[in-house]
């Protein structure tokens, strides 16, 4: 324990070496004695100091213990039963009452050898029991024993028993307290939320043991920056070094005490990136990561702990919404983003049972013919108040908050719902296109839903297409390979999309049951810049490649006439832009399949 009466930061689990400072730590514990006879403290006490405890509260009024043990916080208590005017009863009726001590050590000594009294006092909390007059070497004992217990049960009240850093309660007790030492003295500080950017992709390769493995080794990491912070003076009363924790999962927090100015924060924070991206060893594997830092200081950003916590991750948030791998300092902009993202998310999650999604449909023209030789269908949020959000808005938001599953199904149902009907109606539809998120993809159960869905509403599979990005398709490649042939013997198509921004491997390319790649629309963007910028080279070889593996080529966003003749000219299969149709509703596209007929 420390001199404010604080256990200090180690792992919960300690080796024989250790055995010893333990012992001598628990003789620093603080004693509170309670007798009205003065001769027995003074004896009780001489017995402790002996053993080598050194710091003791004597009480031998009764009516004053309460008090002295809200003020000095013992940690442990030798409390007399029967004494006058306020009993042990009493006071330890008293200290059980008190949220705050209901679990402090509480040793009874009495020279009662009834049962009841025993009884009663064991009822009403005690720790243990210790007759009078005191053996000295039973007494040490029972202390011994005691202080143990309380130092273990604090440890894991206290502190994370797979790192060893604070726990969330501890470290924001330390938050309040050093937030209430800053205002008192007028200074400053800030507080840091930091997290691994994508570990769950480190823990799902790695698997569970070696996840926990891996945190341990980035707390490490983060201790050795927070120790190097030697740009941090002290707040008086305080001991100048960064207070660390993990806060849970994957996040860690560190608080800074004495900043004087923003670059000092900055200095930190780039510390704990850099350190953080430098290679991992765990298990035997190489394991690169890097971390994102949101900051808030104080008293700029808050002066209590729930405001400060909060300011720092809304900056993370920010940070994490940059890629990663940078930090950012809380600001009243953030916090309005903030508070906007969450009313949309609110909103996002009410949005279907309120029938505000709509399909829409973007043509996609043979470059050859010049005709409707496709459509793919996009999704489409109206909102009451704002009109329709753009996808780039709610598509990330439904990604994070796992609702990206309800609106992908909704998707391919309301896909295939309209297929039927169009079919019904006996108009020529062409293919229609329905993208696929990851978290689809991943789905165990994804083969068996689809094909439920084909049997239920009984559409024609030649018509149905399903888009997966490139990224997608790169994770779990023989899992990947395997959802696909399943997807093919149901009679579907399969489009790699947003092809050349991934990383995708010819070899694996060449696997993969694909019929369709599409040329992602920054390249066919570019493809009349000039200098550097012009990507048609880039453009002509996806097109011969594509041509190679025997599959067919969509260009997409194309918005210009020099861009549809390019790539009419090297071959591409089929445009897709607002050169040739926005995207519009099943209505319009209904009378565009009329028109066409």
């Given amino acids: 324990m ?48 002996d053993a080598g405890y050194r710091k003791f509260v004597t009480v031998s009024e009764p009516a004053k213990a309460m008090e002295l043990v809200a003020s000095e916080n013992p940690d442990v208590v030798l409390l007399d039963i029967m004494m006058p005017g306020v009993s042990g009863f009493d006071i330890l009726a008293a200290i059980r009452a008190e949220p705050k001590f209901r679990h402090m050590p509480v040793i009874v000594l009495t020279s009662s050898t009834d049962s009841e009294t025993k009884v009663k006092a064991l009822e009403l909390g005690a720790t243990d029991l210790l007759a009078k007059p005191v053996d000295a070497s039973e007494l040490v004992l029972r202390m011994r024993n005691t202080l143990a217990a309380k130092a273990y049960l604090d440890r894991l009240a206290s502190y994370d028993r797979l790192t060893g850093l604070y726990n969330r309660q501890m470290f924001g007790e330390h938050v309040d307290w050093t937030l209430r030492l800053a205002q008192r003295h007028g200074k400053s500080g800030a507080l840091l939320h930091i997290n691994v950017d994508h570990f769950r992709k480190v823990n799902e390769a790695l698997g569970p043991a070696l996840g926990d493995e891996f945190l341990q080794a980035v707390a490490r990491r983060l ?58 060893n765990v298990g035997g594997h190489e394991v690169f990561v890097t971390c994102s830092v949101g900051i808030a200081v104080f008293p700029d950003d808050g002066m209590d702990r729930d405001t400060l916590s909060q300011h720092a991750s809304v900056a993370l948030k920010s940070a994490k919404q940059q890629g990663g791998n940078t930090h950012c300092f809380y600001s009243s902009e953030l916090n309005a983003r903030s508070l906007q993202r969450l009313s949309l998310n609110t909103a996002l999650h009410n949005a279907a049972a309120n029938g505000e999604f709509r399909l829409f449909y973007q043509p996609k023209i043979d470059t050859r013919t010049r005709a409707l030789a496709g459509a793919e269908a996009l999704l489409r949020w109206r909102h009451p108040e704002r009109g329709f959000v753009s996808p780039g808005e709610f598509i990330p938001l439904a990604e994070e908050s796992g609702l990206i599953l309800e609106l992908g199904a909704w998707v391919l149902g309301e896909a295939c719902r309209q297929i039927t009907a169009w079919q019904t109606a006996r108009l020529a539809a062409p293919p229609i296109a329905v993208n696929i998120s990851g978290r689809q993809f991943a789905q165990k159960n994804f083969l068996s839903t689809l094909e439920a869905l084909l049997k239920r509403t009984a559409i024609d599979t030649r018509y149905l297409q399903l888009e997966i990005t490139e990224s997608i398709m790169m994770g779990d490649i023989e899992s990947n390979i395997h959802t696909l042939e399943g997807l093919k013997a149901l009679g579907l198509k399969i489009s790699l999309d947003d092809f050349g921004t991934g990383y995708s491997s010819l070899s694996y390319l060449r696997r993969f049951p694909l019929d369709e790649l599409k040329i992602d629309q920054s390249f066919v963007r570019d493809i009349c810049a000039p200098g550097k910028g012009n990507s048609s080279p880039i453009v002509i070889a996806i097109i011969a490649m594509a041509r190679a593996l025997e599959l067919k080529v969509v260009a997409e966003g194309v918005e210009r006439q020099a861009e549809a003749d390019f790539l009419r000219e090297q071959g591409c299969d089929q445009w897709q832009g607002y050169f040739f149709g926005k995207p519009m509703p099943a209505a319009d596209f209904t009378k565009l399949l009329g028109a066409a007929a």
């Fill in 2 to 49: 420390n001199d404010k009466g604080e256990p200090e930061g180690q792992a919960l689990d300690s080796g024989p070496n250790d055995q010893q400072a333990e012992v001598d730590d628990l003789k620093s514990a603080t004693v509170m004695m309670v007798d009205d006879e003065p001769i027995t403290l003074d004896v009780v006490q001489a017995y402790l100091e």
């Fill in 223 to 280: 201790e050795q920056g927070a120790r190097g912070s030697d740009s941090l003076a002290r707040i008086a009363g305080d001991t100048g070094t960064p207070r660390l924790s993990r806060l849970g999962g994957d996040e860690f927090a560190v608080l800074l005490v004495e900043v004087d100015r923003t670059e000092s924060v900055n200095t930190v924070a780039r510390r704990f990136l850099m350190q953080m991206s430098e290679a991992f």
